[in-house]
């Protein structure tokens, strides 16, 4: 089955600089990868998602890249507010269902 | 439009109990699927159903088990419930094969 590994599992920056998360995939047949930001309290937040027939997508500070051949997408947060401190989860699955998540980013922004 | 709606929020039970959540999801979803979530297990996917069917499965036990309703909504119950089940229970809907939408969770603790 599905594996999702995902780097780093903290990550805390300066307020304005910009934040990278990293995840790598095992299954090839995987097409969807989907991003979430989790509050405390809260359920996982959609954030941002990126199908396999597309390379990279962009919303605003929030850009989402994907490397089919290598396995791995990214997520980059730029110009980092101290709302954007939470836990980020990556995810990948096929046909948007029965999602497999990696372990989350704990994201720190320091004023 | 209202959100994914999760009953009850917070849940206290005993060992050997049986206990059992409800999901109502996005108005017009018809897809809806079960996550646990556990700080050493991270998320993981339940079970997902869709037109009261069910259509996918975790790997989970027997002990869990769900349901859809003709409206879409849907229930999940866990059997003999043991103290490894304490967990958040998220419930996420989509159309069909689309993007996935959680709703709050249901924070489960078995004494």
């Known amino acids: 089955g599905e594996n999702v590994e995902q780097h780093p599992s903290t990550l805390s920056v300066q307020e304005g600089d910009s934040a990278v998360i990293k995840c790598t995939y095992s299954?090839?047949?995987?097409?969807?990868f989907p991003w979430y930001k989790q509050e405390l309290g809260k359920g996982p937040q959609l954030i941002i998602d990126i199908r396999s027939n597309v390379g990279e997508k962009k919303d605003q500070r929030i850009a989402v890249t994907l490397n089919k051949t290598a396995k791995h997408f990214s997520l980059h947060i730029t110009e980092t507010q101290p709302e954007d401190s939470a836990v980020y989860f990556c995810a990948a699955s096929q046909g948007a269902q029965k999602l497999v998540f990696g372990q989350g980013t704990r994201l720190t922004i320091n004023p | 439009k209202a959100g994914v709606t999760q009953t009850p929020r917070y849940l206290i039970k005993t060992r050997g109990q049986q206990v059992t959540l409800s999901c109502s999801p996005i108005s017009g979803h018809r897809s809806v699927s079960w996550y646990q979530q556990t700080p050493g297990q991270g998320l993981q996917f339940l079970f997902e159903y869709f037109s009261e069917t069910q259509r996918n499965k975790g790997n989970f036990p027997g002990r869990f088990s769900g349901r859809q309703f003709s409206n879409s909504r849907s229930e999940m119950n866990v059997s003999t419930l043991e103290l490894g089940d304490s967990a958040l229970y998220l419930c996420?809907?989509?159309?069909?094969?689309?993007?996935?939408?959680f709703g709050p969770g249901t924070r489960l603790t078995v004494t």
């Open positions: 996420a809907s989509s159309l069909s094969r689309d993007e996935q939408y």
């Open positions: 299954d090839s047949a995987s097409n969807y």
